[in-house]
């Protein structure tokens, strides 16, 4: 307890500490004062300058309760209400997330397929099937990559600045590495040619199908694999 209220005096802003020195004591004088003259008898004949000492005494009090104690109790209720509004922020990025990373499971479904077969006989074939993948799937990358980076480099500050975190099984510094793995997998199957025989496999700009799937479902495998992202806290209730 005592300590809570040295913490609580040594962050007040000097203009309240100044007020409150000034005020306590000299509400305490004026309350003294006024008991003394109330004993003589003094405030029947003097009902106007009564109730000028009373309301001074009394704002001698009020002013530094309101500044330590009912600015206190504001501070908290603000902490208490942005801790509500960036949880409920987060969860709902949170679920959009979660669902357009869920979305993207018949994908590494497909790109298993593709990673493990032969592109023998029709290389060909089998190469502009992986592009059409990767076209038809251009929308939900871009979702997961934009999601991804409003809740690491936006909502998971503001969690952390309000005593919360968010929680899975890797560190979110690897998921984010993993995020932006996937999603430069899925640009290089779009940007770069696939080579399909002999004749452009030696172009350094060619790119093997099969190690592009691979890599590009290795990628979501492994963000599919991460439990799902949690708001953990506060901590620490505000005092």
Not at 143 to 166: A, C, E, H, I
Request: hydrophobic share 40%; net charge neutral.
């Amino acid at each position: 307890m005592a300590h809570d209220l040295r913490a609580l005096w040594r962050d007040l802003p000097p203009t309240s500490k100044a007020v409150s020195k000034i005020g306590l004591p000299s509400g305490l004088a004026l309350l003294a004062l006024g008991l003394y003259l109330d004993h003589e008898r003094w405030p029947g004949e003097h009902g106007f300058a009564t109730n000028v000492l009373s309301s001074a005494t009394c704002l001698m009090f009020a002013v530094p309760f309101a500044l330590v104690v009912l600015s206190r109790l504001g501070e908290a209720h603000t902490e208490r209400a942005e801790q509500r509004a960036a949880k409920k922020s987060a969860e709902k990025e949170l679920a959009v997330f979660n669902s357009s990373l869920g979305g993207l499971r018949h994908v590494a479904d497909s790109l298993s397929a593709h990673a493990s077969a032969s592109f023998q006989p029709d290389p060909l074939s089998a190469a502009q099937g992986l592009q059409a993948i990767a076209n038809q799937q251009r929308g939900e990358m871009q979702r997961l990559q934009d999601n991804w980076r409003f809740l690491y480099k936006t909502v998971y500050p503001r969690l952390r600045d309000n005593g919360m975190s968010l929680t899975t099984d890797w560190p979110l510094a690897d998921v984010d590495k993993i995020v932006a793995s996937a999603v430069k997998a899925h640009q290089s199957i779009l940007t770069f040619p696939l080579y399909t025989n002999r004749a452009n496999s030696d172009s350094p700009d060619a790119i093997d199908p099969m190690r592009a799937a691979g890599a590009w479902r290795d990628d979501l495998e492994s963000l599919l694999g991460i439990a799902p992202l949690a708001v953990q806290g506060p901590t620490t209730p505000p005092q």
